[in-house]
């Protein structure tokens, strides 16, 4: 028995020697923490699983490494009129199978998106209509004039019409599929630097370097794996193992560890995700807390005095280890819109706190409950618990309610008709842009338009709520970023919401490459060099 | 001893429906998958007429029996996350757990039986206190610890042995397997180690005491005065008789093993069902989580069914009365 398997792996040894690609080839192997689900380009709106995609399929333009926006698939892309936009696509760009990009690919990719399993509607609803002018140009109608567009596009992948017929898969994949399944959701074809060879959801992807590729980028990788690693202590030692190149993310407390180890290094920068505190300032009562027959939040002097109660710096050095970016805006410094003036977190000062909160009429301030996930942001739930402690220092006694992104999410969102009172949320604008943080997020909640979704408490300002829609379609960049400034001035003045810090980006990184780390935590093959 | 088999087989059914019962009755405090599925673009109205799509708005009772109904005719419905059939999913899944499981118990048998008679013989022995001192920390230190410690030790320092995964599988139909590959035989040996540790020192500690019982008896002192040889006495007679409880645990622990693979999985991010449950549970993917726990209620009364088809195998009383209806149950 013994000497038969050895005779069977050592002939299975010698297969994979000769199948081993020729010298020279250079492998990287990667991990994350999270599953790759499905291949689908419009299947989730997600950052992880667009950026995978983003290595595999491309949109018309695309971010480059330092996530300004270069053209992609699209030669050219130009305003021509208020609604209209020209679009001329890159001629001799090849699919993975062969065949050539046209006019048509893009046409049936946006009608893709708009079908019953995607969730890239919201991006694909930019476009009331496509009139082809010939081959390789076409000229896209927008509903509205919408300044930002092209940014509006970045995540509207270019599939092959030809192959999408030919594999029936010409609708995105659907939860209620056919019980074949969607051709899409477990095989691919773009235009992307890499082809996907293997892909088992869970388990592992194995991509391979496109010979054919346009354009001529910085990686060398000509084979690529990704595993997704789902526990830090494994994915850690997994890269201490040598047997990775690249492990993300890896938890603060560890980036001691990876610097005294050989041969890694903890690569960190600010994420363009900020982290916030939010108030119901809605309801007459809030749901969670002592104060009966009235809501302490919708007095801005309660809502200042949790804001100069929050030592944003104390929880820079004692929770985050020194790795974040005290916050006073809404948005991260990469997006944009930003202000560097009005970034300045409100003072810490517990007098001035417990002042306000006397002169408001709460001099033994009050209890509520806080919402906070546990496993969604980086030390989430420490952050809430520090906040808890500072708050306390001014007689609010806060109890900490920390759960499971799935329970976090299903309690406070809209489905659930934002059962919250108080409670810690992080967002990036999927856009880069700072509209995609005020429409969601600081706009009134109206159901029709859609605005406000995840505007948890409500805060609604009448200036603001006038500003949003004009942001959105101002074309003069200047009064744009003016109007911008207005709702930040107005939503800081208010407490709208308190912002704490941009979270850091915390991967390890072997000595073997060279990665590009992009701000909003996508990883692009194209800047991975193996040395 | 038909129709033994058959009424065990109805029970089975009536335990399984339990099962998916209370299943059921759990999801609904598992969160809300909704958010899960969509990105933060997507609008209100959509996630609503996601929540109408998937039957999550109709009644507990509407749900559940739409779940039996479809589970009868073989769909076991389709996975929110990854959007495919769960049949195909668990049939993909299912060779690494049971790979893992089995190769485990195999060898929680073949060390601890031999172990177990060992300590049972020489109990004095400076090696039997090792053995019995050693397999206290099998039975006090939890798997994730003693997964993250092999890791540590054999993976990072040693860089011996892979740190995760199943490493190369060889596929023969649908079954994939690790056991043809040198790094599949690498990948199991920490996983196995790990998943066996505890059942290991529980058959040893167990068969230790049954053998010290059984040396005991009349009929192995009779035995011995026969002048049989000790070879014969020690395992023809004594660790004959204590073959019944360890079958029995054995066989309950191979469900346990099967089920409780899920730490193992995550510590060694072993590709098995175990895995596939814990994501489900985080991702709130219920027919993923309903699935995986009907069909481990499924693994456990197989094996029961089986345990009990043993004893009639290894214990020969149990022959005679089979006429009764074997209602031992």
């Not at chain 1, 709520?465 to 970023?481: C, F, N, V, Y």
């Amino acid at each position: 028995m013994r000497w038969k398997s050895t005779v069977i792996a050592g002939a299975l040894a010698a297969a994979t020697a000769l199948a081993a690609p020729s010298v020279g080839a250079k492998d990287f192997k990667w991990a994350f923490q999270g599953n790759l689900n499905s291949l689908d380009p419009h299947g989730l709106f997600e950052t992880f699983t667009i950026g995978f995609h983003g290595n595999i399929y491309e949109p018309l333009i695309a971010y480059d490494d330092n996530m300004n926006v270069v053209p992609a698939l699209a030669e050219s892309f130009e305003q021509t009129g208020p609604n209209t936009w020209r679009v001329k696509m890159r001629a001799g760009v090849k699919f993975h199978n062969g065949n050539d990009l046209t006019a048509d690919d893009f046409i049936f990719s946006w009608e893709r998106a708009k079908t019953e399993g995607s969730d890239m509607k919201v991006p694909a609803g930019k476009i009331k209509e496509i009139k082809k002018i010939d081959e390789m140009t076409f000229d896209i109608i927008t509903p509205n004039p919408n300044p930002i567009l092209p940014r509006s596009l970045l995540i509207l992948y270019v599939m092959d019409k030809e192959w999408s017929i030919e594999h029936k898969t010409t609708s995105a994949t659907n939860l209620k599929g056919g019980e074949e399944g969607n051709f899409a959701n477990l095989n691919a074809n773009g235009t992307g630097p890499f082809m996907v060879t293997q892909h088992a959801a869970g388990v592992k992807t194995m991509l391979k370097r496109f010979d054919g590729y346009w354009k001529n980028v910085p990686s060398n990788v000509s084979n690529a794996t990704f595993t997704p690693i789902s526990q830090d202590a494994t994915r850690v030692a997994a890269l201490l193992s040598g047997e990775l190149d690249l492990a993300y993310p890896v938890p603060v407390q560890d980036w001691k560890r990876l610097k005294d180890a050989p041969g890694v290094q903890p690569l960190a920068g600010p994420e363009a995700r900020t982290i916030f505190l939010g108030f119901d300032q809605v309801r007459d009562e809030l749901l969670y807390s002592n104060i009966k027959g009235k809501n302490p939040f919708k007095d801005v002097r309660v809502r200042k005095a949790f804001a100069h109660a929050i030592n944003v710096d104390a929880i820079k050095q004692k929770v985050m280890r020194g790795s974040s970016v005290p916050a006073g805006l809404m948005v991260a410094p990469q997006i944009g819109g930003f202000a560097s003036e009005l970034n300045a977190h409100w003072a810490y000062d517990t007098d001035m706190s417990k002042k306000l909160l006397a002169d408001a009429g709460y001099p033994n301030g009050f209890e509520v409950t806080m919402d906070c996930p546990n496993d969604r942001y980086v030390n989430d739930e420490k952050i809430c618990q520090a906040a808890a402690a500072m708050l306390a220092r001014v007689g609010v006694k806060v109890k900490v309610l920390a759960q499971t992104k799935s329970k976090y999410f299903g309690k406070v969102l809209s489905q659930n008709n934002y059962d919250t009172s108080f409670y810690l949320l992080g967002w990036t604008p999927g856009t880069m842009d700072a509209h995609q943080a005020i429409e969601p997020l600081i706009a009134c909640r109206t159901k029709e338009k859609g605005r406000g979704l995840f505007n948890l408490g409500g805060y609604c300002n009448e200036r603001i709520h006038k500003l949003a829609p004009m942001i959105e379609s101002e074309t003069d960049q200047g009064k744009r970023a003016t109007m911008i400034k207005e709702v930040f001035k107005i939503h800081q003045d208010e407490v709208g919401h308190i912002p704490l810090h941009q979270q850091p980006l915390s991967w390890g990184v072997s000595d073997r490459v060279t990665v590009n780390q992009r701000p909003d935590n996508v990883l692009d093959l194209r800047y991975v060099v193996v040395k | 001893m038909f129709a033994f088999i058959i009424r065990r087989l109805l029970q089975s059914i009536l335990v399984m429906l339990t099962v998916a019962m209370i299943a059921f009755g759990l999801f609904r405090y598992v969160g809300d998958p909704i958010n899960n599925l969509v990105g933060q673009e997507t609008t209100l109205q959509e996630r609503q007429h996601l929540r109408e799509t998937l039957g999550l708005n109709d009644p507990f009772m509407v749900q559940f029996g739409r779940y039996v109904i479809n589970t009868a005719k073989g769909d076991f419905g389709y996975s929110y996350m990854h959007r495919r059939p769960v049949k195909d999913m668990l049939i993909e899944r299912m060779p690494a757990t049971l790979e893992l499981s089995i190769i485990s118990v195999l060898m929680a048998l073949f060390i601890g039986v031999p172990m177990g008679v060992y300590t049972g013989l020489r109990r004095n022995g400076l090696l039997a206190k090792i053995f019995m001192s050693a397999s206290l920390i099998g039975i006090s230190l939890p798997t994730f610890l003693i997964g993250i410690m092999l890791i540590l030790f054999f993976g990072v320092m040693l860089r011996w042995l892979p740190t995760f995964g199943r490493g190369e599988v060889v596929a023969i139909g649908t079954w994939t397997t690790g056991l043809l590959t040198v790094s599949g035989l690498k990948a199991l040996i920490m996983p196995s180690i790990t998943l066996a540790l505890f059942q290991m020192t529980l058959i040893m500690r167990l068969v230790r005491s049954e053998m010290l019982e059984v040396l005991r008896t009349d009929y192995i002192k009779f035995a011995r005065a026969r002048g049989l040889s000790n070879r014969a006495v020690n395992f023809g007679h004594a660790l004959k008789n204590t073959l019944v409880p360890v079958i029995t645990i054995t066989g309950l622990q191979l469900g346990a093993v099967i089920a409780f693979a899920i730490i193992t999985e995550s510590v060694f991010q072993w590709p098995g069902m175990g895995k596939m449950f814990i994501e489900a549970v985080a991702d709130v993917d219920i027919p993923v989580m309903a699935a995986y726990l009907c069909l481990i209620a499924l693994f456990f009364v197989i094996i029961n069914l089986i345990v009990d088809l043993l004893y009639y195998a290894v214990d020969p009383r149990l022959r005679v009365d089979t006429g009764g209806g074997g209602g031992h149950g």
